[in-house]
């Protein structure tokens, strides 16, 4: 019996796919995949997060979550993905079973918004610090015009142009 | 006078009375009770009282029947039966009312009725002239003792009065058959008539084979090892006030009849018997209480050992070939001892007897919480390991100075029991000092008139042993001591007592000006006197949390120190060296966390006091003079009592913790002035006695060895310290290795550099150690890593630490340097190349310490905690001002303490030309080298005046900025941020020499101390607890008596 | 942020005269150290820059670590906002006079970047920028050549923005307040 | 006395430029052993002047105000203390104020002045560099001290003069070549005090930036930086007149300096650095074993 049976047997397979000899990939629920995670460690062998991973697909209002694993042992990857409300991205962490997940989440949490319950450190600033627009990660967000607005126009006339005109505000400035 | 019969056939008759009484009354039988033992005690003290004043000349004879002596029975009173029957009813009227005020156990009329029997039995012996009658009175002792033992009804105690019924019926056996034995050889039963008979008697074997029959039951009464297991169960088991009673009176009456019957039986062996029996029993019992964990056990074998003692001392007494001078000597000594344990050891068990619990645990922190309870437990506890001024010490002094040398190990024996004892005693007195207890019950009157006899006893004591040993104490020195204990009695509002302390000891300084010549003592006198006054100004602002005995006690360590300091006599000096010890002890031991340390500094102190003392005891005379001495034991015994006050390596292990957690303001006299007292003492040692030795050059080699390493490896240590007060302990003891090392040198350079940097380290020693306790009054910790940055809150601390620190790590312009110098310039001179490596060696390494202190407490960053910490308080600041300037001042004049130096060691002969001689350009200058001191400073602060100005003229625009205005890795800061680096600075340096901080001899210490406990515990299971064992200890060992002292050995 | 931790006054405006102005500014021109702190992908190639191949300190340059001590900030690359906040504290604790080199594109006008949520566009508005080196990266030789231009700069005395940045600090601090909202550090950095 | 105090001032001057020129030297001769031009041997005296003329400073308090004078003054101290020329009037400076126990603990004033600053500045790189400083001192100066000792025990004297007396009379009777092994050990233990590779642990630029001076700026950092280059010098002078016979005239001074002041840099440009670990190991094992040679020699001699 190889291992697609056996999580099968136990949890909610949506899809499960062998990409190459040690490339599986599987496709659960929001609900199975925790404990389908636990399985995979405790009994499986992937004992190592590798990454988690956040893809926003905006059409289906999902954001699709995965969790790449590694046996060591045995040499092979397993990614378990699940779809993830976008209108309503409330999850849970993995920080009990993988510590380092924490950054992981973390970093997911600022770029996506994506709440991870019981996390303890989600809500410091990893990257972004003040950040005050919606997460920058999300397809929704339009990125350029966010920085013409903050960081000014990025297509100068001329190099000379550029300089000029911040000699002019400078100068505007001095005569107040 | 009182007719003896009196006291026993009334209280004869009374005690049964009192038993028909109670049926009627209990009331009336208790008054009855009281009336006839008052009627005792008084009766008893008139004999006492006409034998001391001269009233009666000669003994009382009681001829009872009117028969003559020889054939009827009669009483015997002289001096010391009176003496000793005066002690048993003051000792029982004491244990009654303690027991009256506790409640008499049920059936009273049956305790009462014992009681008195056994104080009559306990009085019978001690009178009786007649060897029969006294196995009569034996008897009724010891049924007494069997029932009150049995009173308590407890399972142990009733344990314990069988055992104690099984071997007193063997015991009475044995003396039963030895006097019916004495009256088939000599036809009398009269004990002066068999006296007198056994002159003009050829001794046989078979009468010595007699006599020893008797004594052997005697013995197994008097508890000697190792057929005492029954007598510390009682010990154990009974009721403490029985214990102290019997213990108190009874025993004694036992002891008194040993000696009379072995002066009047004329024992050839009674000198053998008594030094292996005595000192056997002494030794054993003090290791055995070495671990023990019972109360009443533990003065249980601290009763069998003081019992051994004054066996011991009996056989000395009673040995003919001694000199008439040292028998009467230790007939003092026995006296004294009688007394000071009857007292002592039965306040300790009336004390027991307050506390509920056994376990010795369960006594922590009682002392805290009930002062007078406090009073009496240190007044007996101090009395019985013979601290000065309790009789004890005075007792333990005569003796060992009336012992004759041929018999020193018995010397040696006396002094490692002592220390063995102090080691117990001190860890229960540790236990029960630390911590705050419970408040416990309140029946402390008998105990407490127990301990002011003795505090009145040993006053008597110490005149009379000045008296006996012709010993002049300085009576000025007397009246201030007392003075001190004055202001201690009547308990002045603390200000009041620092004022008071600081008149008294600007009166002394006043009186002993004249002292200070320039010799040896005057130069330490004044450096004891000024630096005491300076050091006791320091102390004002915290004095209100200080002990109400603080004052008191420092002011007794000064006066001790001044005794010291003018000793003409090694006794003399080693009088108040016991006193200083233990008054230091005393103030040790009021800091909070310093129980631990206390007990380890008692320990070690006195250790080396009795070291001293059997140094001095083999010295040929007692004088401070030169002493022709051969061998090297005598310099070793005497210097290493010195050493120990200097913490001199492996003697140091006190040192951090006793500096450390002492109170802050004793610190400064302890490290500043008390280890000076050692350098002192160590001087006059090799001045006197190692000079003149033939080893004194190899000796001396070995301890300047001693000296550098103790340098070199309390420096290292003190590198890795955390605690400010620590920190400095090390430093101190480092720095006074480097003293030693001096002295050791012995060249007029040597000496030189030692005795400035004697001044010297108490100049900026006794400053670190008093800003060190302003820093702690502060900012409240002694923590290194929690202070930091205090420079901008305490400047004037700062400049003074900071001068303090560059004259200890003796950077040029400042005092500290010209010690440094003169002491390479001597080793170089001597050409010890190997030591003056080390000594380098060590002196570089104190740069790190140095800066750690400077660092930690003053720089770096701020912390929030310390924020309002302000500038010492005003003494402290006042103080530390004089001994800035002074270094300052040396600094720049070094002739100020060159020249004072150089006129004491003109008075020395051999360190006359000193070496030093001074020129104008070149300052001072030696056979190898020269310094000028005057331009070290002028160029310095002269150079440095117009670097500032320069630079102020020409730098660039400078800016003041803050705390967090520090330049790190770009990162944003954060208001909680605490950059300061505090902790372990040196934790690479300690990778490095990890091998060679390895707590080498503190474990070697610890572990003579639990490998002497595990062997005391082997040694404890000979006591089976099992009455049929002890009884065949019992038969064998009086076999053994029998077999081997039979026979005119 | 806490008054009793920090220094928060402003720096004063410095006059720029004296008898040794001229040796003062050759001798500033021939010793130019430079703090080392990289911000971006062009700290790899300021790293060369002082090696055996091109050797800055043939020119009086080196590298320091502490910005109390350095002559140079050079901003080598692309800048974040969360660095910038970083650049402005090491900026300011640097010891007047004092130069900023930009390296790369992206402090020109964000380079690749430009579109990013979290690159800035234009280091002009938040530092005086003394000297552009453009390239993406700049080779060493390009940074050599924008130094030995930085020296003839000062040499001539014209080199000058840590003099406009005192004067108008409001007007930059201004700038720089705009993009980090939350200014968690003192009013100046000393 | 004022002549001698202002030759001794133009010694001063002098000591200070000779610093500056070594430092710049030994910039340059490390440069061209890397295989480039570096800077110019005068770029000390630019870097001097740069730093000595910058606008603004900071400050953390007095100590540190204080600091750069005190490493001047004890670099300056020592360097007038140890008589260049001996029984010469004008060069033999200040050294009547003192032999050579004097010299050894002024040299610490400075390092002990600086190191306060540098604490005060209450930067945690400041505290780490001064501690490892005064750990490598600990190390280097036991095989200093038993050098000196069996200079200072052979010769009867501690004065720096007397030595220098003592090895008067030709080439061999140098202490270099009469004692070698106590030179070799001094000579190690030379590294160390420059603190240059594998030495290096004080600033130790990869690890704690630069060390204690991290706060230093502008004018109180030229102050540091000369008083360090006098101090150099105070040692190399030291070190010629106790292993190479001193000199009889400045000539001789400069070019016996000079071969001093080259042997720790050809050591330094070939080596990586130690741990403090390591180096204070390394003090107390090889140099001080080589030490203990001669001074067994001597013990046994005696």
Redesign the interface.
Known sequence: MNIIERLKERFEVLIAEKKRKDLLIIETTKKGLIPMLFYLKEYEGYRTLTLISCVDWIEDKKFQMSYILWNFRMKANIIVKFMLDRENPDFETVYKLWPQAEAYEREIHEMFGVNFEGNPTQNEELILEDWDNIPPMRRDFDTLKYSMEKFGEREPKSRINIRKEISEQYDEWRRK | MVNPILIIAITLASAFFIGILQVYSKLWAKVFFFLVLIFDFVAAGANFYGFLSGKITSPILVKIGGFPPPIGINLFVGKAEAAMGFLIFTITLLGAYHLARRGIPEPQGKAMVLFLLLSLGAAGITFTGDFFNLFVFIEITSIAAYGLVASAKTEKSLEAAFKYMVIGSISSTFILLGVVFLYKATGSLNMLDIAKKVKTFPLTPVFSLISLVFFAGLLIELEVFPINGWALDVYQGADPVVVAVLTGAAVKAFYLIFIKAGGYLALPSFFQLSLIFGGGTYLVSQFLAWRQRDVRRLLGYSSVAQLGLLILSAGFFLNNSLPSSSRHFIALAIVLFVFNHSFAKSSLFLLVDNVETREMEGWKGILKRNPLFKFIFSTSVFSITGVPPFPGFWAKLLLIFAIPKEYAWVVGLILLGAVAEIVYYFRFYRIASDGEGEKVKKNLASPLAASLILITGGGVAWSMFSGYMGIMFNSLIIVFLMVAAAIYIFGFSKPLQWTASLVLLGYGIYRFLPSMKANLHGFFLALVFFGGAILLFATYPTSKRLSWSFYPAYLVVIFSLVGIALSTSWLNLFVYWELMSWSSFLLVNMGKKAKRAAWIYAIFSSAGAYSMLAGIYLLPKLSISKIGVTGVLIPVLLITGFLVKMATSPLHIWARDAYGESPDEFTPLLSGIMSKIGVFGSALVFLYVIANISSGPALRYGLAWLGVLTAFFMTLLAVFQEDLKKLLAYSSVGQVGYILLGLAIATPLGWNAALYHTVDHFIFKGLLFVAAAGIIYRVGTSYLPHMG?L??RM?LTFLAV?IAI?SL????PMAG?AG??LL??AL?EK?W??I??VA??AS??A??Y???I??TVF???LQDENKNAREVPFPIAAAETILLVATVAIGAFPRLLLDPINKVLNKIPGMKNSGLFYEK???AV?K?????AL??MV??VG??IF??IF?AL????????K???????GEVPRQVED????YD??A??R???KWLIYPLVSKIWKGIYEWTGTFAEVLRRFYTGNINTYAAYVILISILILHFFAGGK | MGKDKFLNEK?EK?T?SGV?KK??NW??A??LWVVAYGTGCGAIELRPTFT??F?A????MRM???P??A?VIVVSGYLTVKTLKRVIRVYEQM???KYVVALGACPINGGMYYDSYNAINRLDLYLPVDIWVTGCMPRPEAILAGFKRLQELIDDGKADGWKKYIEALDWYRGNQRKIIKNWRMPNYN? | MGVKIFYAFIALIGGIAYGLLLGGIS?KIT?RM???????VF?NF??V???????????????F??A???R??GG??TF?LVPIVVGNFYLSN?S???????IM??M??GC?GM??GA??????HA??G???G??Q???Q??PF??SV??L??VD????VE?IVMAQQGGILHWHIFTYPFAAIAAFISLLGMMTSYPFEIVMA?QEI??GP?????????S?MFSGRSVFAVAKYVLFMDLFLGGATNLLWAFLKTFLIFLWPLFITDVFPRF???QS??FF?TWPTLIGLID?LR??IV?
């Not at chain 2, 190898?928 to 000028?932: E, F, I, Q, S, V």
């Not at chain 2, 020409?954 to 900025?961: F, I, M, Q």
């Not at chain 4, 890397?34 to 110019?40: E, F, H, Y």
């Open positions: 940055g420079i901008r400047p900071l560059i790590a003796g950077i040029p340097f440094k110098w390479y310039s170089i050409q190349v190997f003056t490596v380098f060696l570089t390494l740069f790190l140095c800066f750690k400077l660092h720089l770096g960053q350009t070149l300052g030696s190898l080298g020269h310094w000028n331009f070290l160029f310095t150079s440095f670097a500032l630079f020409t730098s660039a625009r400078v800016r003041e900025v705390q967090l205005d520090v330049g790190y890795a950059l300061h680096f505090g600075l040196y690479h340096f990778r490095t020499v | 720096p410095l720029y040794f040796i003062d001798a500033r021939r010793s055996s191949r050797d300190e043939r020119f009086g320091v670590g502490t109390r001590q002559d010891q007047s006079p000393w | 910039r440069a890397q295989n480039r031009r570096g800077p110019t770029q630019i870097d002047w740069k730093l000595f003329r910058k606008k603004t400073a900071i400050s953390h308090g007095v100590m105000y204080l750069p004078i005190f001047l003054l300056a101290g007038l200040f009547f104020g003192g032999d050579l126990i004097v603990y002024f610490v004033m002990l190191a306060l604490a005060e500045s209450g930067h945690p505290p780490i001064v501690t490892r005064l750990a001192m600990a190390g100066e036991l001290i038993i000792v069996v200072m025990i009867k004297t501690t004065s007397g630029p930036a630069i001076p991290t706060e230093f700026s502008s004018t109180f950092l102050y741990k403090l670990e204070v190991s107390w001074l001597i013990y005696r």
